[in-house]
C-alpha cells in the first residue's frame, strides 16, 4: 500500500460519512480519516492516492465469488460470449465498480483464464455498451412498476464523492398489490449549480417529468436542508426531513454550542497517533479502533465507545512512552462516559426503526417521545449531553406530534395508533381520514356510504394495540377496503432519505462505499442497476 508523508496528508482531505462513504475506498478500522483543521501528525499515514490506488486495493482485497466463478467458467465452456460479458458486468455494478476497472490485471487475468478461446477485448467501451443495454431493459421494468401504482413518495440524497462533485440520488417508494414496501432508485444527477434547495426541487421535477409520476407525489422525504419553503411550478409537495439527517443534526448542533468540541478533537487526536504508531498497533491488534472525523453521531458513539473499553492498554502505551498531552483526565473520561451514554440512547431509539430497507414513518411519533423522556431522565441525574440533546430534540422534532402527515400515518399503524387517537388533537386526524376515503371513493367512482364508512372507523378505532406489521394488517383487513385505500397512501411514506442498512454501514460491515469511485458519465446507470 502506498504511503505518503505527513506533510502530503495535509494536503490531502480524508472525508467519512457513514451515509455516503468515504473518498478513500479502504477498510475503515485500519487507516486514517482525517478531516482539517489537523495540525498534530504522528508517524507517516497510510492511505490510497486517488481513485486508481483504490482500484488497486480492490483488486487485491478481493476475489470473485465461488458462485461468480462457476459461472464464468460454464460461459466459457459454452461460448457464451454475450452472457460472459452480462455476468461480468453485473458483477461490477455489484460491486460498485468503475468500468476503467477491466484495464486492471485482475481482468487481464481473468480474460486470459476463462475465456481465452472467445478472445473478448475487455475494454470500457465494450463493458459501457453492455451498460446501457442492462439499463434500459430494467429501466422499463421499474417504469413499469411506477405505472402500476397510484400513490408514489420521493426520496432524495444529496451526497458528494469530494468537494465539488456534488450528486443527487431521487428513490421512489410504493406500496404493491401485495401490501409490500417496494423502493426503486430512480435517476442520479451530477449538480451543476449550487447546491441550493430550488436547485435540488428542479431535479426533483425534471425526474417526476421524466418518469411520468408527476402528480402521483404529494411527499419528498430528504437530506437537504430548506426545502419546506420552496414551491415552483405550482407543485406544493410536501417536504419531510429524512430523520437520520435531522439526528446528526442535533448531535452537531448540541456539540458545537458546547465546550466539548475540543475534547471530541483530542480522542481523534488519540485515535490517530494508535492508527499511526506501529508499536501502539500491534498493542491493541485485537481490538482496532475506529476513527471518527465528523460530527455525526453514530461514527462518534463507536469511536468513544471503543476508547473507553481500550483505554488501560492505551494508558500503558502512554505512560511507557512519557507522553501525557493525549491523555485523558478523569473527568474527562467522565465527560466521554456521559456522551456515549446519550449516544446509546439514540442507538437503542433508532434501531426501533429498522435494520433493513425503508420503515413508515407511522412509529417515528412514539419513538419520538421515547427519545426525549430517556433523555429528560438522563438529563436529571446531571448528565448535561442529555440537557443539550435534549433541547436540540425539542427544537427540531419537538413538534413532530403536530405534522398531519405523521399524525395520520400513525393512526392508520394499528400498533401505535393510540399515540394519537386517545389525546387532544385526535378529532384532525380523523376529520382528514373521512377526507381521504370521500376522495379515494370519488376516485374510484365508487358511491359514498358514509354510514357504513362510519362503521368500519369505529370498529377500527376499538381494535387493541397489536404487534402485526401494519402492511400485513392490510393486507388481510378486507372489511377495511376503503380504510385501506387511505392507509397505503400514508404508509408509502418512509422516514430516511436513505436505506437504513447504510445508516448502520460503519457498524454492520466497516466496508466503505465505493460509488465515489464512480465515472460521472457512468454514476447514474450503475447506481441504478445497483440498487434495483
Known amino acids: 500500500m502506498a504511503t505518503i508523508s505527513a506533510k502530503d496528508t495535509h494536503k490531502k482531505r480524508f472525508r467519512f460519512d457513514p451515509h455516503r462513504g468515504c473518498r478513500n475506498r479502504h477498510v475503515l478500522s485500519r487507516d486514517i480519516y482525517m478531516q482539517p483543521p489537523y495540525r498534530r501528525m504522528y508517524g507517516r499515514q497510510r492511505g490510497i492516492k486517488g481513485s486508481k490506488g483504490a482500484q488497486a486495493q480492490w483488486s487485491a482485497e478481493h476475489e470473485f465469488h465461488p458462485h461468480y466463478q462457476q459461472e464464468l467458467a460454464t460461459r466459457r465452456c459454452r461460448g457464451d460470449e454475450s452472457n460472459f460479458k452480462t455476468l461480468l458486468l453485473n458483477m461490477m455494478v455489484k460491486d460498485l465498480q468503475p468500468l476503467s476497472t477491466v484495464k486492471g490485471a485482475l481482468f487481464q487475468h481473468l480474460t486470459r483464464s476463462l475465456q481465452p478461446s472467445l478472445g473478448i477485448p475487455l475494454n470500457a467501451s465494450l463493458i459501457r455498451a453492455e451498460l446501457q443495454r442492462l439499463y434500459r431493459h430494467k429501466r422499463m421494468e421499474v417504469q413499469n412498476a411506477v405505472n402500476n401504482a397510484s400513490n408514489l413518495v420521493l426520496s ?23 401490501w409490500e414496501l417496494k423502493s426503486y432508485v430512480l435517476d442520479t444527477a451530477h449538480l451543476l449549480a449550487e447546491r441550493t434547495a430550488d436547485n435540488v426541487v428542479q431535479q426533483l421535477l425534471r425526474t417526476a417529468n421524466e418518469w411520468n409520476i408527476i402528480e402521483k407525489i404529494q411527499v419528498v422525504v430528504t437530506n437537504v436542508d430548506g426545502m419546506k419553503k420552496v414551491h415552483k411550478n405550482g407543485c406544493r409537495w410536501v417536504y419531510i426531513p429524512c430523520l437520520a439527517h435531522t439526528l446528526d443534526k442535533v448531535f452537531r448542533e448540541a456539540i458545537a454550542d458546547s465546550d466539548w468540541r475540543p475534547l471530541l478533537r483530542k480522542c481523534q487526536h488519540i485515535v490517530a497517533f494508535i492508527h499511526q504508531n506501529n508499536q501502539a498497533s500491534q498493542t491493541l491488534q485485537q481490538n482496532k479502533l475506529i476513527q471518527s472525523t465528523c460530527l455525526q453521531w453514530l461514527p462518534t458513539l463507536y469511536m468513544l465507545k471503543n476508547l473507553l473499553e481500550q483505554w488501560p492498554a492505551i494508558f500503558k502505551v502512554f505512560v511507557h512512552r512519557r507522553d501525557d498531552g493525549l491523555c485523558l483526565n478523569e473527568n474527562e473520561r467522565r465527560i466521554v462516559e456521559d ?112 354510514e357504513s364508512e362510519e362503521l368500519a372507523l369505529r370498529k377500527y378505532w376499538k381494535i387493541t394495540d397489536t404487534s402485526v406489521n401494519p402492511l400485513e394488517f392490510w393486507r388481510t383487513k378486507d372489511e377495511f377496503e376503503k380504510l385501506a385505500m387511505v392507509a397505503r397512501k400514508y404508509l408509502t411514506v418512509v422516514s430516511t432519505a436513505i436505506p437504513m442498512e447504510r445508516v448502520y454501514q460503519l457498524e454492520e460491515s466497516q466496508i466503505v462505499n465505493r460509488r465515489n469511485c464512480l465515472e460521472v458519465e457512468n454514476v447514474n446507470m450503475i447506481l441504478f442497476l445497483n440498487s434495483n
Open 156 to 178: 432524495a440524497e444529496l451526497w458528494s464523492s469530494n468537494e465539488s462533485l456534488f450528486y443527487l440520488t431521487v428513490s421512489c417508494h410504493l406500496i404493491s398489490e401485495k
Open 339 to 450: 456522551i456515549v451514554a446519550v449516544l446509546n440512547i439514540l442507538k437503542t431509539v433508532t434501531e426501533e426503526i429498522g435494520r433493513q430497507g425503508y420503515s413508515p414513518i407511522s412509529n417515528i411519533i412514539p419513538l419520538v417521545q421515547k427519545l426525549q423522556e430517556k433523555l429528560r431522565n438522563l438529563g436529571m441525574m446531571g448528565n448535561r449531553i442529555a440537557q443539550k440533546l435534549s433541547v436540540k430534540c425539542d427544537h427540531h422534532i419537538g413538534n413532530i406530534k403536530k405534522h398531519l402527515w405523521f399524525r395520520v400515518s400513525t393512526a392508520l399503524d394499528p400498533r401505535y395508533k393510540t399515540s394519537v387517537l386517545w389525546d387532544s388533537g385526535a378529532e384532525d386526524v380523523k376529520t382528514e381520514i373521512r377526507k381521504q376515503i370521500r376522495r379515494e371513493t370519488h376516485t374510484e367512482h365508487r358511491r359514498c356510504d358514509t
